[in-house]
């Protein structure tokens, strides 16, 4: 397994909503009660009964992003979606013009964080990854480097406690030149292949065709939708009938595989990025 970054990621003004995407319980309301204004909206996402909450930022951003807007999601334990709170949460990153992704993530537990943060850099979107609850990781004894952790990833690392409104200016300034990740993981040859295959057939995406490729190869129900709303019946049901025939090729499914490979990187950015205590890792969750 083999990844790179590129030092110098190109910088896209891609609209002015800026999405709170996490694992639930790590943060993500009272980081959005830091990053916006007086005025929200709470409403159920189109389609659905799930509750999003959208809010104009705080001066502290609009006074480097004019007129933001910021939409704080549904947690989600990781990609493809299984719960309608989760589908609502890849729904956005499809259907909303979004200037920037922030991932906010519990410092305590790196490698589940991590988990989603490769899966949403892949998508090839401006991304900031939050650490949040740092002084309950420094707690544990846990000590975090995130300058190795921006290296590994291409993606700024900002540690806050949101609770105290710790890290929201570095937040903030990350924001005004958040960056397309450069993060490419090199997966076994026989999933390269099927995703070398697959990506040209996709169509133009909010999300890099790389991404939406692996998200269709691991039957994403989200992807699906998407798909079945941009190509005619005939191209869908060509291009779900060739997965079938990949599919069959492997003998565990492509899903397995691909969590696999990324797991053994992010074990390698973990060692990279932890400081040790004795002779075990202080205040991380092993996954």
Not at 31 to 46: E, K
Not at 74 to 96: H, K, M, S, Y
Not at 166 to 181: C, D, N
Not at 259 to 282: D, H, K, M, P, Y
Request: proline share 6%.
């Amino acid at each position: 397994m083999h990844c790179h970054t590129t030092s110098q990621p190109a910088v896209l003004d891609l609209g002015k909503t800026i999405a709170l995407v996490g694992h639930p319980n790590v943060g993500k309301s009272v980081l959005f009660q830091r990053l916006t204004g007086r005025y929200v909206a709470v409403s159920n996402y189109p389609g659905t009964t799930i509750e999003v909450t959208r809010g104009a930022a705080a001066r502290l951003i609009t006074d480097m992003i004019p007129d933001a807007v910021i939409i704080d999601t549904p947690g989600v334990i990781t990609l493809p979606p299984v719960t309608e709170d989760e589908q609502v949460t890849a729904r956005v990153l499809f259907r909303e013009h979004l200037r920037a992704i922030v991932q906010v993530g519990d410092a305590k537990n790196l490698r589940r964080t991590l988990m989603l943060t490769v899966q949403l850099a892949e998508m090839e979107l401006p991304l900031v990854l939050v650490l949040n609850m740092i002084d309950e990781a420094e707690a544990r004894g846990l000590a975090l480097n995130p300058s190795l952790l921006r290296d590994a990833l291409g993606v700024p690392a900002i540690p806050t406690i949101a609770t105290r409104g710790q890290g929201i200016k570095e937040l903030a300034s990350a924001l005004q030149s958040a960056a397309v990740p450069q993060l490419h993981i090199d997966y076994p040859e026989a999933v390269e292949a099927a995703i070398e295959e697959t990506s040209p057939k996709m169509p133009v995406a909010p999300i890099s065709g790389r991404a939406l490729s692996i998200l269709w190869l691991c039957n994403d129900s989200v992807a699906a939708e998407w798909l079945r709303d941009q190509l005619d019946t005939a191209q869908y049901q060509a291009l779900e009938a060739r997965r079938e025939q990949i599919l069959k090729t492997f003998s565990e499914p492509v899903s397995s595989i691909i969590q696999q490979t990324r797991a053994a990187f992010i074990e390698q950015v973990a060692e990279a990025s932890l400081t040790r205590s004795g002779n075990r890792w202080q205040g991380v969750a092993a996954t």
